[in-house]
């Protein structure tokens, strides 16, 4: 069957031109290059074409003899200059690089704007550094040292501000032990310098702070200008608890970093410079934990083997108990042996004397004879039953001194020899603890039991 395509169905003619942007997307990239290409500029120039309209936005046009460029500054930026400019003024800017990309037009969005030369505010700033200097507030002689382990930390800041999180952030982090208490105060406009030494004067009031820290986040010259007042300088100077000024940025240098007992460069670098590091007290803690376990099993080898000699030396009493009882045995025999002689003896002498009495027949003799003989028969038996209660007593003594030293004995009182798991005698409770295994020896029978609770005696 032939293949058949319809016009419709027929590939289309393929574009081979380059892809073209859009205006708005040309504007785009254009403004992301910039912006991404300048982070933050300073540039000096003359005002020209001041407008001010009724939104509270300036808008301008910085210029020198070869060039110029449009700038913006929003009102937010703007109600912190003392002085508002005019046309012709010579004036320096801080602020970001852009393109409007309704327009497609070049602008500064200013942040920061003083006149050209050294401004008013850095006049007044270099003249009280000037006078505080002179009247030596600036001496390391009379900066107080910090505490190495603060008990509590005091923070005069505002409570909205960044400052506040950044510092409570890296205390969590490094010591979440150490209370902190702020004395909030306004950290920028008019009100702020007064607030400030009022806050100042209530954390030394509260008693509680043995350091405190004083500042906020970063800002224009305007912002931090609260910080370079005389009388926040001087509430610095005479607080009584050693401080530490962390005063916006790392390049932000006020007075009040001069005449602090300790300069930080942000609020979070405030933070790690007075408090310690939970991380070197742990690892300390576990090298002593170490060389303390170390130093207990040195302890218990050694303890192992003087108790294994000294077990070595010890006697066992049951072998003194043998041998006693076959000492007595022995005893026994020999003074049933001798009382056996001394009775055949007397009863041969007896027989003896009775023949010779038969002999002789003499009736008085024999009466006489038969008298005495009843008399040394009575003192012969007197003698063995006194003989015979001697040798019992001693035996009995004897019995009793065995028994003393016997641990039967003790044994038998109630009581009982108490081993640990190993096989250990127990004589320490503090060696023991709640789930542990011991095993009792009582005088007739052991008993298993664990422990259930340690009571040790109070020191």
Not at 121 to 137: C, H, I, P, V
Not at 199 to 228: K, M, P, T, Y
Not at 238 to 257: K, L, R
Not at 402 to 426: C, E, K
């Amino acid at each position: 069957m032939d293949d058949y395509r319809s016009p419709r169905t027929t590939p289309a003619f393929q574009d081979t031109r380059p892809q073209a942007l859009s205006v708005s997307e040309l504007n785009h990239q254009a403004r992301h290059l910039l912006e991404s290409s300048f982070m933050q500029v300073w540039v000096e120039g003359e005002i020209s074409g001041l407008s001010r309209p009724s939104s509270g936005h300036w808008y301008f046009s910085l210029k020198d003899r070869k060039c110029q460029v449009r700038c913006a500054m929003f009102r937010g930026f703007n109600q912190r200059i003392r002085e508002i400019p005019k046309e012709g003024d010579q004036i320096r800017i801080r602020g970001k690089v852009t393109l409007y990309e309704n327009r497609g037009d070049f602008q500064i969005i200013v942040e920061h704007l003083e006149p050209a030369g050294l401004g008013e505010l850095q006049q007044a700033y270099e003249e009280l550094k000037r006078k505080l200097q002179g009247e030596g507030l600036f001496d390391a002689a009379r900066k107080k040292p910090l505490p190495p382990t603060p008990r509590h930390i005091g923070f005069v800041t505002s409570p909205t501000g960044a400052a506040i999180h950044d510092i409570l952030t890296v205390l969590a982090r490094r010591c979440p032990a150490i209370p902190v208490t702020l004395y909030p105060t306004v950290v920028q406009g008019k009100a702020a310098t007064g607030d400030i030494v009022q806050a100042i004067e209530r954390a030394q009031s509260h008693g509680v702070a043995d350091v405190l820290i004083i500042g906020r986040g970063g800002g224009s010259l305007e912002d931090l200008w609260c910080f370079n007042e005389e009388v926040v300088a001087r509430a610095i100077a005479n607080c009584s608890i050693p401080t530490v000024s962390a005063v916006g940025h790392e390049v932000d240098v006020t007075i009040a970093d001069f005449v602090a007992d300790l300069r930080a460069p942000t609020p979070s670098a405030a933070a790690e410079k007075v408090s310690p590091d939970q991380r070197d007290w742990l690892r300390q803690l576990n090298e002593r934990e170490l060389r303390l376990a170390n130093a207990a099993r040195r302890a218990l080898k050694r303890f192992g083997t003087e108790l294994e000699h000294l077990g070595a030396r010890l006697r066992d009493p049951r072998r003194d108990l043998l041998e006693k009882a076959q000492r007595m045995d022995d005893l026994d025999l020999r003074l049933m042996q001798a009382i056996s002689q001394r009775l055949g003896g007397l009863t041969v002498r007896s027989e003896n004397l009775g023949q010779r009495l038969m002999t002789q027949s003499p009736g008085r003799r024999l009466a006489d004879s038969q008298n005495a003989l009843a008399r040394v028969s009575e003192k012969l038996t007197s003698a063995i039953q006194i003989q015979l209660k001697q040798r019992q007593d001693q035996f009995e003594h004897v019995a009793q001194t065995l028994n003393v030293v016997s641990p039967l004995a003790t044994l038998g009182r109630g009581y009982a020899i108490v081993r640990d798991a190993d096989g250990n005698i127990v004589r320490d409770a503090s060696g023991l603890a709640p789930g542990d295994r011991i095993n009792a020896r009582t005088a007739r029978g052991e008993i298993a039991a664990d422990v259930t609770s340690v009571e040790l005696p109070a020191e």
